[in-house]
């Protein structure tokens, strides 16, 4: 086993490499544009939040083949034949293309491009599977996490999930991801230390079990963090564990429940506190939370003071894909630029190079959208994609990631109450394609039908 | 943004530091077993096959916390009064306890442990996070490839999702996974770079959109893919495609249908080849697959030689979480080895060092497994898991994946047919606890009652 570097060029589907292989041999010098959308919101999903484009970026400017990657490709039975030009591009590879792109943290809707690239065809191609994987996961993680942030009406929010991400480096991306969609930090300390992010943590069950005494658990952990400590109250009996720290004296900063009737125990605990004259000892509350939980608890009449939420935000675990596709939307071979459109079985992908306008009321709340041609204009509309990545270099600062929390939190804020409202299956909000877009898809559809009559 | 290494001590949730930061300050010196287990299968599973020790291994023997993490840490708020006792332990911290497991392709099911960590507190914690990640994952895609590839009845399944995972790494450690659960190679080429998988691919859509003429767009790749070309039919017609691609008169490896009715396609393409005289060129299918798809597709009549699935493959759609947990059984202070276990809400956690003990029919096929404590021995039956790890240092040779994927095929193969049967819900393969481990619960269950009292 050799270790793979996190910008390999090997991080890529097969037949990227064998399509390079194939216009690299064919002399087919084309620069192509591709678009990468969502086709559908899931189900229980109204929008959906931009996420992901920074570890896109990243991977834009840094991507490269190795020798010993290339030696590898090289013995690929499906490579046996292949010339050596392929294999000298590949040592010579890297990104060159220019991007487009929705900040993260944008709400946005199906069919609304999130990310556009222009580049000589081999270069779009080898990039696709990276971008779909991070944007597609970390898009998905944004738009489940705005949910849940909203269903705890302002109160924190704290991803507690890595254990259960598909992998680590899924749970440091999903930890990024949730605070994009409105989470107010993370437990996993390596996703604090990459990005900045807040991190929080309380107590397991095993610090408690390791003490044969559970107040002498909970006495040890006031000792050594006399600010900090949020004891966990769950591990034998709830009512107890809460009684044994009153009787300790030493007021925590919180208690955590993790099991049991989180809405009524969070009541007891509220009162019994209060009681204790100790009102700013907050009630933090996990276990298999989500955005349904939260809201059901809340409705009951728990008392809470904040949610750590893990597999349901991490996995979003009702809808556990988005279906990011990325699509060839024009090409360019010789001077004569062509746009591509693809109408197999119902599905049909638009042509061309799109923005998107964003149309507002006077109050300032978002009223719809019109996927345009790049080169359109509307007066009063906000335009959605800015130019990211010139000539493979960015073009602007790695995303700031409390600003994109922001953007997210403001736009949701400015959805119209249906598409914003938890429960509301399937509220769509009002997308539509411009005139020139139509006009465009039928001139392709005519030609497309045309080729594949000939 | 600084870059985090594959091995960070960081890659861990901010409690386990905490209580490594508590347990040294109060000198709390206890040697700790925990286990690792899954509490329940999820809808839909009878089994579950054990995946992703390999890389929980590396983890444990590289990981460390570099200086410039270990700044960052003593940054943090919760550490503000932490003393520097703390700090130096993590710049020396490594990885010294022992580790038994089952092997990689191991069948077990709900309650048994798959894994068992014996270490100093301390380093029994902080790699908790990371053990339950990796294991978690590639067991619940590993599980999900055994039902996939067995509802394809012996046809090769190639795992083809990468761009729907959670993350780029999620995409190459589910590729592993899948191979253990029964695929037969991924479309990811790191992967194959780094497990030396088999690696497969045909073409996409974008490669026939760029040629004006379908037909151009077969005949290219076949000048440059002899003896590899699979052709993508569905871009346009998949029927006008088939004819074209005869009319060529130059025989591809096979074709590709991707959306559409594949059931119908592929027994009309089946037909339509081997009437061109055509019998060896595959059929190959793909898009939006899973094990019920498969099924019904060959119980339609559909004729074909191969699948590739990737969104519920990678993700594990209908079940995107295992809920891997990691409980300790054991604790040893001072010489005084005391067993653990939880009882908070109907959920029992098993005290003491376990082993799984197999027994079979004569006919080989697996008759019960007992869940007994690691010194019993029964005669007859095989025992599950074993020593790996000693003192920090691997035991064992990494996973051979060829023998991974053999050990689940055959495992598999020897379950009773409720267990196997891809549509009976629920169907619970017999497994029973020792009188002694029994007895051991009801013993701590004493104890703790009694604790939880004082």
């Known amino acids: 086993m050799t270790s793979s570097p996190k910008y390999s060029g090997l991080l890529t589907d097969l037949y990227e490499l064998t399509m390079a292989a194939g216009y690299l041999d064919a002399g087919f010098d084309a620069r192509a544009t591709f678009e990468l959308f969502v086709r559908s919101v899931p189900p229980r999903r109204n ?51 220019d991007v487009w792109a929705m900040p993260e943290g944008t709400v946005f809707f199906p069919g609304e491009p999130i990310l556009r690239v222009a580049a000589p065809i081999i270069e779009a191609q080898i990039v696709e599977t990276f971008l779909l994987a991070t944007i597609n996961f970390q898009t998905m993680i944004a738009s489940k996490a705005a949910r849940i942030t909203q269903a705890a009406e302002g109160r924190p929010v704290i991803e507690f999930g890595t254990r259960r991400a598909h992998g680590i480096e899924s749970g440091v991306l999903a930890a990024r991801a949730a605070i994009i969609g409105g989470c107010q930090g993370t437990s996993n300390v390596a996703a604090g230390y990459q990005f900045g992010i807040p991190v929080y943590g309380t107590q397991a069950h095993s610090w408690i079990m390791a003490y044969q005494d559970e107040a002498e658990a909970f006495r040890r952990f006031l000792d050594i963090f006399p600010d900090h400590a949020v004891l966990l109250v769950d591990t ?136 345009g041609l790049m080169e359109e204009t509307f007066s009063g509309a906000e335009t959605l994609l800015e130019p990211v990545m010139m000539g493979g270099k960015r073009t602007v600062p790695r995303t700031d990631l409390d600003a994109a929390r922001t953007r997210c939190l403001q736009q949701r804020a400015r959805l119209p109450e249906p598409v914003r409202d938890l429960n509301s299956e399937a509220a769509a909000y009002p997308v539509r394609h411009s005139e020139k877009l139509e006009a465009l898809l039928e001139e392709v559809r005519r030609r497309v039908q045309h080729a594949a009559r000939s």
């Open 236 to 371: 034998y009996d709830v009512r107890a564990a809460v009684e044994k720290i009153i009787s300790l004296g030493r007021k925590p900063r919180g208690i955590r429940l993790d099991s049991g009737d989180l809405a009524a125990d969070s009541a007891w605990a509220r009162a019994r506190l209060d009681q204790a004259g100790w009102k700013d000892v907050i009630v933090f509350v996990s276990g298999d939370l989500d955005e349904e939980r939260i809201s059901s608890l809340l409705g009951e009449g728990a008392k809470i003071d904040g949610f750590g939420v893990g597999t349901a935000l991490v996995t979003s675990n009702d809808s556990p894909t988005l279906g990011v596709i990325y699509k060839l939307v024009e090409i360019e071979i010789g001077g004569e630029v062509r746009s591509a459109a693809k109408f197999s079985a119902a599905k049909v992908t638009y042509p061309g190079r799109k923005q998107v306008f964003r149309f507002s009321h006077p109050d300032g709340n978002l009223a719809h959208d019109i996927i």
């Open 47 to 97: 929008y959906l939040v931009a996420a992901g484009l920074a570890q896109g970026l990243d991977f834009l400017e840094n991507v490269r083949f190795s020798d010993e990657e290339i030696a590898y490709a090289r013995k690929l039975p499906v490579f046996v034949h292949t010339r050596g030009d392929f294999f000298n591009y590949l040592a010579q590879f890297h990104f060159s293309g």
